[in-house]
């Protein structure tokens, strides 16, 4: 075994080659060095600021709802390891992803029945794009290869999530040029509970019906637009989009990969407006934060439709596709999460969110509070200072990832009481300094 870093020298090397998500090279801020979690906490190599450990406020991008180091998950791990820990799925199979699979079908939407197991949301979405694109090829309609969305999207890096982001003032605008040109309709109206608004339902139905004979597909994030502003919108809008693809022959994908497992409220936040889509993705709190894993679902329909064209196969293979020991994990999680009280968790939760945070609604510069399951948001009226909004959070003994003009926190669902009280002042002082 190699001598452990010291603390400093890990940050030189870390600074000299690691690149980190949405930075430069080299990066502008230290990163903290993390030396082990356990629960809710992160355990820092060395204090900041005062703290030696941090509240995650973040579940380490909202993957580890059940919070670090859990021993069901350890178990779950430790025993696939001993096992295998992969085997390619190309012309062999293993009971972990089967159960999944199985797991999966059982837990989502009833017409969803096909698993294809990938090793990212992103991917996850990919897959999706690429078999709305094949089912309307294989049906003979190749001229259906465009997506729409609406304003306001995230889902994802690679390239073509990439397309239905937001092209203006998202993270991706600079691609705008050389990406695929998607339909993108307005920004849903904000407010969960806002009384939908007709003329915007009309505008997506004008959309879609305009559209439809170059469409394949409309993707969008149910009920909670993510990475692209953390904002929520009525769960009408998805009945709306339901309806007209239906009427107009457009397939319907929902991109459930930060909704997903509770996170809204509901298992999945399809359920909010009682529909189903064709085809869905999941990943982030799939295997509980442990390793890296998304699936893509569909129906019947999409999958006969695709294997029945000129090319019969869905031809998309990660190496790592059904991983056991991501597979294992993720039954684990599962079963984890169903096991207990969820739901209750989460309203608990989203309660104390709902408390701690209405004092920030007084602050200079907030221009609004919002908040909906285990999801906390307050947005500025200016781009938050990200140096000195996370300084704040630190503070505090919390860890949090403000982006753009938003300060928002998603917590593990077994953070306790104190603890979602003490990320609510780090938010609080992370929006009064950022």
């Known amino acids: ?61 909202w993957s580890a709802v059940h919070g670090y180091n859990h021993p069901v998950l350890n178990e779950a791990a430790r025993d696939q390891l001993d096992r295998m820990s992969h085997v390619m799925f190309g012309g062999l199979t293993h009971e972990p992803a089967v159960r999944l699979a199985a797991r999966l079908v059982e837990i989502t939407p009833e017409p969803l029945q096909h698993v294809f197991l990938a090793d990212s949301g992103s991917v996850s979405v990919e897959v999706a794009v690429k078999m709305c694109l094949q089912y309307w090829r294989s049906a003979g309609r190749p001229a259906k290869q465009r997506l729409l969305t609406w304003r306001g999207g995230y889902h994802g890096d690679t390239w073509q999530p990439m397309s239905v982001c937001d092209p203006e003032g998202g993270m991706h605008e600079l691609w705008s040029g050389a990406l695929p040109r998607q339909v993108f309709a307005d ?32 993707i969008v994030e149910p009920v909670v637009q993510g990475a692209g502003g953390m904002r929520f919108h009525s769960p009408a809008y998805l009945r709306v989009l339901r309806e007209a693809c239906d009427a107009h022959g457009v397939l319907l994908v929902f991109d459930e990969i930060a909704t997903g497992f509770g996170r809204t409220g509901r298992l999945f936040a399809a359920e909010h407006a009682g529909v189903s889509p064709d085809v869905m993705c999941v990943g982030k709190a799939l295997t509980g934060g442990y390793l890296t894993m998304a699936a893509t679902l569909c129906t019947t329909a999409v999958a006969e439709g695709i294997s029945r064209g000129e090319v019969p196969v869905l031809a998309h293979g990660p190496t790592f596709m059904g ?76 860890w949090l990832r403000p982006f753009r003009d938003l300060v928002y926190t998603m917590p593990p669902y077994v953070t306790g009481d104190e603890d979602v009280a003490r990320i609510c002042r780090a938010v609080c002082a992370a929006a009064r300094e950022g």
């Open 187 to 218: 920004e849903p109206p904000a407010g969960f509970d806002a009384e939908p608004d007709a003329a915007y339902a009309t505008h997506l139905r004008e959309l879609i019906a305009h559209h439809a004979d170059e469409l394949a597909a409309v």
């Open 323 to 398: 991983n056991p020991l991501a597979s294992a994990v993720a039954c684990a999680s599962i079963e984890l999460l169903l096991g207990q009280d969820w739901e209750q968790e989460v309203k608990r939760i989203g309660a104390g969110l709902r408390d701690g945070l209405a004092p920030a609604g007084e602050l200079p510069g907030v221009r609004e509070v919002r908040v909906l399951g285990a999801i906390g948001v307050v947005q500025l009226d200016h781009e938050v200072d990200m140096e000195s909004a996370t300084r704040a959070a630190v503070r505090e003994g919390v």
């Open 1 to 61: 075994m190699p001598e452990p870093l010291s603390p400093a020298g890990l940050r030189a090397l870390d600074r000299a080659h690691v690149w980190h998500p949405y930075g430069p090279m080299p990066g502008r801020q230290e990163p903290l060095v993390v030396e082990s979690a356990s629960g809710v906490r992160l355990r820092l190599a060395e204090p900041a600021h005062g703290q030696h450990e941090l509240v995650d406020g973040m579940s380490s991008w």
